[in-house]
């Protein structure tokens, strides 16, 4: 009999704690929704009126929307098992089809007619029909062409190879690798083909990002052939809405870029640990040492692209802007500004310190796979 009661009382947890979690991510359904109301044109924003959402164990559908319930449903398995920009970009689909119905007359024209294919218009998002829809994550992970799996092969290679003991040899995998990407892209800014564009959350929301993570969003646009911007987002844990960077560029790009993110960071949480671990310096000094390591790591990809003795314009070639990548930038992203803060004090030696450590930073690893919440690099796949 006790453990009956004790296997009672766990389950009771259990449901307690789902109930819990799907309340907040209930919650931050409607503060994304709300965000992307704001978004609108100011004159339409008070025509729609927020709806009802619920989560339901949907078994064809991602999401569906109901104009007799005035609600949105989003399927438990959704938001269950895959990252937060995917859950966003399911939600902003069933918007559009709210958008339609309710304010541009579309209820008696096709679930994907023009009425749809307008709102989509409206949230700058790419119109996608539901029959062929996939969430955001799935779209990004089965992205393959065979000019890119070709050279994906090699640089899949040479990154394996940065990860040799030799540092010499480390070192020449590394830059070669990099080089490769360049070139890939560089001559894929030159063809005329239409190319898809994506844009997926990097990091985690937050209320407040510290400095080196507007520096290291620099850095991936800066060599990684990406756009970045920061955005609203739910913080679920905070249970309120935050801010993350959202990346775009080719899906290739992204899972690369995403990959450097987190490999940059974990260095850094590593290296501080070791650099820390008898001086007792606060926060404010962990964010001087990282922003070094960054600044080190970037003068180590500008020299060794400048010192390229065949490509001596390589680097202005890579920060040259793609003109389908902008196109699409300036679609999703049509109002733009930008934000200056004040630098806080830093320590310069804790900040020298840290870029002598980012000069011998080497990205290793290959190929990648994204999980629930990032994107992690796998050797032999």
Request: proline share 4%; net charge positive; aromatic share 8%.
């Amino acid at each position: 009999m006790p453990d009956l009661k004790r296997k009672k009382r766990t389950r009771s947890i259990k449901n307690t704690a789902q109930q819990d979690l799907e309340r907040a991510i209930l919650h931050g359904i409607a503060c994304e929704w709300e965000a992307a109301r704001l978004c609108l044109q100011a004159g339409k924003q008070p025509l729609i009126r927020k709806p009802t959402f619920a989560l339901a164990d949907l078994k064809s559908q991602w999401a569906n929307w109901s104009g007799d319930k005035r609600q949105i449903t989003i399927s438990r398995q959704l938001v269950l098992n895959y990252p937060w920009d995917s859950i966003r970009d399911v939600l902003l689909h069933e918007m559009a089809h709210q958008i339609a119905s309710e304010l541009l007359n579309g209820f008696a024209q096709p679930p994907h007619g023009p009425a749809f294919q307008q709102a989509c218009e409206l949230l700058r998002i790419h119109p996608a029909a539901s029959a062929d829809y996939q969430p955001l994550h799935d779209r990004l992970m089965n992205d393959h062409t065979s000019i890119y799996d070709k050279r994906m092969q090699r640089i899949r290679k040479l990154l394996a190879l940065a990860e040799s003991k030799n540092r010499f040899e480390a070192e020449a995998a590394m830059t070669k690798a990099h080089e490769l990407i360049a070139r890939h892209n560089i001559e894929l800014k030159d063809h005329l083909a239409e190319r898809q564009f994506l844009s997926i959350f990097i990091g985690s929301p937050a209320l407040r990002h510290p400095r080196e993570d507007y520096h290291l969003a620099n850095l991936l646009q800066d060599f990684y052939f990406v756009w970045g911007i920061w955005v609203p987002a739910y913080v679920l844990h905070k249970g309120k809405m935050g801010r993350v960077l959202e990346i775009s560029g080719a899906p290739h790009n992204l899972k690369m870029a995403d990959y450097v993110h987190d490999f940059i960071r974990t260095f850094i949480e590593n290296q501080w640990s070791a650099y820390n671990q008898d001086r007792g310096l606060n926060r404010y000094r962990k964010t001087d040492f990282a922003v070094g390591i960054i600044a080190g790591f970037r003068d180590k990809l500008q020299s060794n692209v400048n010192h390229k003795k065949s490509s001596p314009n390589l680097l202005a070639l890579i920060r040259k802007k793609d003109p389908q990548l902008k196109k699409y930038y300036q679609f999703r992203y049509p109002h733009t500004a930008s934000i200056q803060s004040a630098t806080s004090r830093q320590d310069a030696r804790v900040l020298k310190d840290g870029k002598k450590v980012g000069q011998q930073l080497i990205i290793a690893k290959g190929v990648c796979e994204r999980k629930k919440s990032h994107l992690r690099f796998i050797a032999d796949t």
